[in-house]
């Protein structure tokens, strides 16, 4: 059998993460979509006029389903494989999002969201852990921080097409559009996308695992046990995350994605309504939530890079404490050209803060448990997510004023800094206790 050429493994790990990117591009999509059909629903242009209240109410259902997906599915992915797991989720959530689009009320609009959280919180975790695997290992934080660059991606499509598919066909429409995306995708994905290489490994697949690392020039990862451990078994990975030498770490990693993820749905929830209060029409408010993806786009692969030079938690610290003083700048009254730069450099600064976050999570942990850390991670950070849009409609009914809006979310910005300084060094290469077998 001929062996790769250098060329062709580094065109193998491009596709392999490419195809990651284009998933999560569909999953930014099928997330903000919501935020670009709220004024929509808000201001009485569909057949139900919702309430501030119920609005909120629904945007957390989608991030409830994907609580559930990313602690379920997250976990199960280091059991059945994460090529299978990805495919799985982008069926599930597609057909969820027909649903939406043929709800007939807000109750069944609202449960069509909540079941495609759960495939779009599965997928999430499966894709991070996939693209670090065939990330070159020096580039590991700027090559996730690319991938992940398609979720801001994403809610840019979103946004754009917000502003000609809802005039001319409706806001339904926009929720057909994206299932008909993730339908697209996925035979490439059938074709295309391979396995993890630690799972076969950690399966006993050893053959196919040392395949895979010759297509992709990859360096397996042995899991790392005590002398006379057991083989791990399958729910290993969620014992360890628990374990006296990473549980601080294991928790501090959850409040601080829960930050981030409050950051990011709050702002892709309520920024366009909040831009209408002070002042701004439906194309320049939608304008403003294009600002703030298009900073994530532009800014957070540059960030993953110095992520890579000096290190992913000075730079997610960092990250944070500027989010939270472009946030707050917003609330005085600037030229819009500057509030466009702010809201860009908050979009690096909050979407980008938690994708680094994600994948210093990933690099954290040993290989054979990296989905289940994410996945829980993701999974308890989805609390904030779902408080976001309720703790952003509760500040715009408070009638604190609008400045209170910027103040709100300035806050917890601050907060998550503070989180990732307290994160404890890594120490993977001590042997886990936690699988010796019994009388060892």
Known sequence: MTRPTPQGRSHARFLAVALCSATIVVDGYDLIVYGTVLPTLLGGGAEW??????????????????????????????????????????????????????????????????????????????????????????????????????????????????????????????????????????????????????????????????????????????????????????LSGLRTLFSGRYVVATLLFWVATAFGLLLVYGLNTWLAQIMRKAGYGLGSSLAFLIALNLGAIIGTPLLGRLADRVGAKKVSAGMFLTAAACIWALSYNLPPAVLYALVAVAGACTIGTTIIVNSYTATFYPAHMRATALGWSLGIGRLGAILGPLYGAFVINSGWGLSANFYAFAIPAALGMLVMLAIPAARRNEPVPELQTAGT
Not at 78 to 89: H, P, T
Not at 114 to 134: D, F, Q
């Open 49 to 234: 006029t919702l309430s501030a209240a119920e609005a909120g109410r629904i945007g957390s259902y989608t991030l409830i389903g994907m609580l559930i997906g990313a602690l379920l599915i997250g976990t199960v992915t280091d059991i059945f494989g994460r090529r299978r797991i990805m495919m799985a989720c982008t069926l599930w959530f597609s057909a969820a999002m027909f649903l939406a689009a043929a709800a007939p009320n807000p109750d069944l609009f609202g449960l069509a969201r909540l079941v495609a959280g759960v495939g779009l919180g599965g997928v999430v975790p499966t894709a991070i852990a996939l693209t670090v695997e065939y990330a070159h290992p020096q580039r590991q934080n700027a090559t996730n921080a690319l991938m992940f660059s398609g979720y801001p991606t994403g809610g840019i499509v979103a946004a754009l097409s917000a502003i000609w598919i809802i005039p001319e066909f409706g806001w339904r429409a926009m929720f057909t559009a994206g299932g008909a995306l993730g339908l697209v995708l996925l035979p490439l994905m059938w074709f295309k996308l391979p396995e993890s290489a630690s799972y076969l490994l950690n399966r006993g697949r050893r053959a196919e695992a040392e395949a895979l690392a010759a297509r992709f020039d990859l360096t397996l990862e042995e899991p790392v046990h005590s002398t006379g451990a057991a083989k791990p078994s399958a």
